[in-house]
Structures are given as structure tokens and as C-alpha cells.
């Protein structure tokens, strides 16, 4: 079975902090994505990457950075939190057409 | 660029009865197409997908989905429903080819089944 890890299910941060959200896969995926999910927005594509250190900005990148070092990880860094940025974070990774989600970090921004 | 339309933010219907939720997309290029479910409190889970071949497409739980391209839609439809189909259901379409497995997702319908 394929493993897409998030490293927290909940996260409480003040507005202006630094925010470290990572991703693990365990199958060797070439391409791994992070979304926001908002309720009556769906799910909004941030950042994905194709390969170790290879990114390109999704629908919604801004008050975004990612981080790809190597290629079962996967990093959302968010530079200076914002109340704004409160929302349900889910990683995936995938061989298309095939993906696997992660079960979501809730982060709450105080 | 790809994009996708769910025609409904809220589905209530009885236990029993029929359901269908709409989905409708655009893309200049081929597509494979998605439905995911969400049951609350927990992540994503996979419904069933189009890829190619037949355009009815059967996934888990009872439910179907059929691909109309002329019409541009990926309806989701289940004959009789139970109350723990309760979730929010997303409909999601990628590009064929090198799209890198980009999802695009519609806005969500949550179904809630009254007994």
C-alpha cells in the first residue's frame, strides 16, 4: 500500500510565524502536490513538483514556498502565517493517472 | 487549462432514494476524470474513475458514473442511498499526457441522508 504521511493532523500557529508543513511518500513518486481544501472552494492546487528540486506553482502559490530536497519528501513552507491561511492542507503524490492523498494537517493561524 | 463545475453545493435526500450529483468540466485536450469522497473527519478516499473505454463508469459503495463527453459532464449517480453516504463528494479531472497528475477539483457537494 502506498504511504502519503503528513507530519501533523493539527497545527495551531500565530499570525507571523514560519510554518513547516512536510509530506512523506513511500513509493517513489516523481510527482508530489500540495492543496488547500476551503469549504465551497473544493480543493485549490498550491505547488507540485516532477522531480527532486523541480517545482512549479499551482492556482493559489501566493504567501507560499515549497521545498523539494529529495524525492519522498515533500515541504510547504509558509514565510510569514497568516490568519488568511487557516485551511485544511492535504499532500499527494502520484504516477499518473494514479495518486494518493494524505490524510490533511488542519492548521489553525491565531 | 482544465476546469470543473459541480452544479450542486448541497444534496439532501431520504434514505433510499435515488441520487445523482452533478459535474460538469472544460478542457481543450483529452481528460481522465474523478470522483473522490470525503466522510467527515477523515481524508480522501476514491469513488471510482474514468480513464478510457466504457463511458459507465462502477466504483465502490454502489456507486456509478457515466462520461457524456458531447455534453462535457461526469455525473455521479447511486439507485438507493444509505445514511452513511453522508460525506462531501469531489469531482476532479486531469489533462492526458505529460500534465504531471495535476488534479483539478470542483468546489464539493455535501450529500446528507435523512432517515
Known amino acids: 500500500d502506498v504511504k502519503v504521511t503528513q507530519s501533523s493532523r493539527y497545527l495551531v500557529k500565530r499570525t507571523g510565524e514560519k510554518v513547516f508543513l512536510e509530506c512523506v511518500q513511500d513509493m517513489d513518486h516523481e510527482n508530489m502536490f500540495w492543496y488547500r481544501q476551503d469549504p465551497g472552494l473544493g480543493l485549490r492546487l498550491i505547488y507540485f513538483?516532477?522531480?527532486?528540486?523541480?517545482?512549479e506553482k499551482g492556482d493559489i502559490p501566493e504567501g507560499y514556498s515549497v521545498s523539494r530536497e529529495k524525492k519522498e519528501r515533500f515541504s510547504l513552507i509558509l514565510e510569514s502565517a497568516s490568519t488568511n491561511q487557516t485551511s485544511m492542507y492535504l499532500c499527494a503524490s502520484s504516477l499518473p493517472p494514479r495518486r494518493f492523498f494524505g490524510p490533511g494537517t488542519r492548521l489553525t493561524v491565531l | 487549462a482544465q476546469s470543473v463545475t459541480q452544479l450542486d453545493s448541497q444534496v439532501p435526500v431520504f434514505e433510499e432514494a435515488p441520487v445523482e450529483l452533478r459535474c460538469n468540466y472544460s478542457s481543450s485536450v483529452s481528460v481522465y476524470l474523478f470522483w473522490y469522497v470525503q466522510y467527515p473527519n477523515q481524508g480522501l478516499q476514491l469513488l471510482l474513475k474514468y480513464l478510457s473505454g466504457s463511458t459507465l463508469v462502477k466504483g465502490i459503495n454502489g456507486f456509478e458514473a457515466e462520461f457524456n463527453k458531447s455534453q462535457t459532464s461526469f455525473h455521479l449517480r447511486k439507485p438507493s442511498v444509505h445514511i452513511s453516504d453522508t460525506a462531501e463528494y469531489f469531482c476532479?479531472?486531469?489533462?492526458?499526457?505529460?500534465?504531471?497528475?495535476?488534479?483539478?477539483f470542483g468546489q464539493g457537494t455535501i450529500l446528507t441522508v435523512h432517515p
Open positions: 476532479a479531472v486531469t489533462a492526458g499526457g505529460t500534465s504531471y497528475g495535476k488534479l483539478t
Open positions: 513538483s516532477y522531480d527532486v528540486k523541480m517545482k
